[in-house]
């Protein structure tokens, strides 16, 4: 069986046997995460197709590692790789906090265009959560992945920079609310009608493909009016252009109520539902993360802006236990490029103990899987999270919120997925 790279036609993967992917390992936890989610994903395709299956790793340097053998923390070499080889799956990168470096995982999705960051959020039975019903909690996140004050345009305090952009606001825009202009940092919000309509698009598609019964457009645009407010102006146009009798939008629900009043607006939405229609309806950000917690079951597919979408899922992992078992994927539904990664980040404190949970890089290695459509060994993996939890064999994560569970290791986590596939 011989390697081959996974090509694409129109966004369509064609995946060989011995598929390359290519990974970078990451910083911090990376390395024990990875060397768990490598053994198990390669212990489900061969145990899946009886090894006639495999995948080939390629090494692809991104972080530290890059830093000390190549100067470069993010080398072309790098991005050019993933490029080629269409997907790559990634342990978490180190970012300085109000200096240094800029994210070098943000920059991996900008450079590489993945627009959408998938975060599917599932409860596993027997996981410790802070809620009653955490099995209510099922929710797949669609966060915008290259816009937003997360683009990292921004101008520090004090500098030329910044007081040119500030001077341009007040002299030229006639901006009044600059509240310190002498000691303020600038940073700037882009959020546009493509990058808006591509986001929404590929929720409503999950939605459909997936029997979804909503999406959820969450926007702070009470506040933030032409981005926010715009992002949600964006995707009920896009939602009722291009998927018309597919949807249901709480856009036609108040031209109902406005024309009808609200007993022919209800009326029409439960029709709408009991014909399996989508609901796409929208949430201001701050009430969002208290009906989640209150009432998770009103969510099934959220589509929002990145700095939003990043509080939320970090919201919606402890609902279900934590970060450790948060999976995420940064896709192109366009190109069918993607970037699988932990929703986590490089927990310093335990770099190098191998102490942390690996299933959130695990479970991102499922929807590897699951995107190249080797179903069977994806299934595999579930199953064996499923078993081992169940088990009350944990890290220390889970262990030290659940009564009688056996604490083991990052790398003794993943031998006991292996012997429970
Ligand atoms: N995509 C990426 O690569 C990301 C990178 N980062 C970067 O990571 C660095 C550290 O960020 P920080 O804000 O501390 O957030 P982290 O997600 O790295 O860690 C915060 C805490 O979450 C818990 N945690 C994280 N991962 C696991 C795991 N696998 N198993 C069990 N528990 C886990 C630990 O909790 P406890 O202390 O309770 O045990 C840990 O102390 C920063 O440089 C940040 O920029 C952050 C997010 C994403
Ligand atoms: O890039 C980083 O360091 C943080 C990113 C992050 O928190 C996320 O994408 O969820
Ligand atoms: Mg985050």
Known sequence: MSSQKITT??????????????????DGIGPDIWKAANKVLDAAVEKAYDGKKAIE??????G??????????????????????????????TTPIGGGIRSLNVALRQELDLFTCLRPVRYFEGVPSPLKRPEETDMVIFRENTEDIY????????????KKVIDFLQDEMGAKNIRFPETSGIGIKPVSKEGTERLVRSAINYAIENNRPSVTLVHKGNIMKFTEGAFKAWGYALAEREFGDKVFTWNAYDKI??????????????????????????AIADIFLQQILLRPKDFGVVATMNLNGDYISDALAAQVGGIGIAPGANINYETGHAIFEATHGTAPKYAGLDKVNPSSVILSGVLMLEHIGWQEAADLVTKAVEK??????????????????????????????????
């Open 57 to 62: 790793w390629k090494e692809v340097l991104a």
């Open 9 to 26: 036609n129109n966004g369509i993967l064609n995946v060989p046997d011995k598929p390359i992917i290519p990974f970078i390992e990451g």
């Open 64 to 93: 530290q590692k890059a830093y000390d053998k190549t100067g470069e923390w993010l080398p072309q070499e790098t991005l050019d790789t993933i490029n080629e080889y269409l997907l790559a799956i990634k342990g978490p990168l």
């Open 151 to 162: 683009a990292g345009i921004e101008f520090q305090e004090g500098t030329d920079e910044a």
């Open 388 to 421: 081992t939890i169940a088990s009350k064999v944990v890290t220390y994560d889970f262990a030290r919120l659940m009564d009688g569970a056996k604490e083991v290791k990052c790398s003794e986590f993943a031998d006991e997925l292996v012997k429970n596939m």
């Open 257 to 282: 109520v406005e024309e009808e009043g609200r007993e022919a607006a209800d009326k029409a939405q439960s029709e709408a539902e009991a014909e399996g229609k989508i609901i796409i309806k929208d």
